[in-house]
């Protein structure tokens, strides 16, 4: 892995150290990160998940914006579609994180309106419950099924709430928040302006269709600005960091 942009003489770069110097501070609410993957012309899946568009040094990056993180925000239908579990933090960085004031293991955060997902699924980890963000409104028999296994957060009165939602991990402690999508999620808080920081790799790949793109939702009014902080290079594969503007 080489950073090209700005150039550095380092032809091999410490992805987790460099990923973990990065600035991410808000004083209103958390900081957000968005990470997503998409091939060369914006398909963001093959056969309804992305690893098949990932290689090692995507794997890397995903890995170092995991262990910044204080929560991973994540829709419930991308959980179930992925098959997400508890995060896999090595030791060594629980240590890192727990001496910097931060959980060892980053929270996740499901967002459902539906409280759909089932409470067996494995990402409900009796060591480590995830927070459910719901609404008032959310079916009281699912509300009580999933209170078993994670911590509800009600963000709104008929429907999630995204800049309430961020307000209550806010309250919680969490200062920088990485969003894995999917793209209604993602488009929703984009529509919101709620995202500071997009890392975007880009796979060499090209998919044809007309399958999704890394944020799903309306037209906004206006174009929101980013600003380019950093281009990685690993083999074929591209990995940017912008933040907003």
């Known amino acids: 892995m080489r950073q090209i942009f700005p150039a550095a003489p380092d032809d091999d770069v410490d992805v987790r150290a460099l990923y973990a110097s990065d600035e991410r501070a808000r004083p209103d609410r958390p900081w957000v990160t968005m990470n997503m993957i998409s091939s060369v012309d914006g398909g963001i899946s093959i056969d309804g998940v992305s690893g098949g568009l990932g290689g090692p040094g995507d794997k890397a990056v995903f ?7 204080d929560v991973i925000l994540v829709a419930s239908g991308t959980v179930i579609a992925e098959n997400y579990r508890k995060p896999q933090t090595p030791e060594s960085l629980q240590t890192v994180r727990a001496a910097s004031g931060q959980d060892p293991i980053p929270r996740i ?20 419950r995830p927070l459910m963000i719901t609404h008032r409104g959310a079916d009281a028999e699912r509300r009580q099924a ?31 928040v990485l969003c894995e999508g999917g793209p209604s999620l993602n488009g929703a808080l984009v529509a919101e302006d709620l995202v500071d920081e997009v890392c975007l790799s880009f796979s060499p790949i090209l998919l044809g269709g007309d399958g999704p793109r890394i944020t799903r939702g309306p037209e906004l009014p206006g174009a929101l600005t980013l600003s380019l902080q950093r281009v990685l290079q690993d083999e074929n594969f591209l990995f940017f960091r912008y933040v907003r503007r």
């Open 63 to 69: 890995s170092a914006l995991r262990g910044m993180a």
């Open 146 to 176: 999933l209170a078993e296994v994670a911590d509800l957060v009600d963000a709104g009165d008929d429907a999630v709430d995204l800049r309430s939602a961020l307000d209550a991990l806010y309250a919680l402690g969490a200062r920088t």
């Open 109 to 128: 955060a499901i967002v459902s309106n539906s409280l759909s997902i089932a409470p067996d699924h494995r990402v409900f980890d009796s060591d480590h």
